[in-house]
Nanobody, 123 residues
Framework: QGQFVESGGGLAQAGESLTLSCAGS????????IGWFRQAPGKEREVISC???????TYEDSVKGRFTTSRDVAKKTVYLKMNNLKPEDPAVYYC?????????????????WGPGTQITVSS
């Protein structure tokens, strides 16, 4: 399933933007679906976006219209541009892949999760 490293997290004020990167190795990148997840303290990990092997992208309702997922196949990197950050967005953000199809939730992914990248939003 490959390995993934997330980066780009940090501190932002509410309303500001951050862009996360997900770099993968050991994959035929253009044939893989990449999912973005987040986990806030005391909460379960949730899927927030996924881009499949055809380039179709889905978003969870709470980030729709604010977050944008994109992919650079040559760089084997997927990006998550987060605009208009809100107080409910702070979490550790992860990316992972398990084939060409976006899976329904984190428990369906068999691979090894990366360390994630922390997002903090100040009001």
């Amino acid at each position: 399933q490959g390995q993934f490293v997330e980066s780009g997290g940090g501190l932002a004020q509410a309303g500001e933007s951050l862009t996360l990167s997900c770099a993968g190795s050991g994959l035929i990148w253009e044939h893989m679906a990449i999912g973005w997840f987040r986990q806030a303290p005391g909460k379960e990990r949730e899927v927030i976006s996924c881009i499949n092997d055809s380039g179709a992208i889905t978003y969870e309702d709470s980030v729709k219209g604010r977050f944008t997922t994109s992919r650079d196949v040559a760089k084997k990197t997927v990006y998550l541009k987060m605009n208009n950050l809100k107080p409910e967005d702070p979490a550790v953000y992860y990316c992972i892949s398990d084939g060409p199809v976006c899976l329904p939730g984190p428990k369906y992914y068999r691979g090894t999760w990366g360390p994630g990248t922390q997002i903090t939003v100040s009001s």
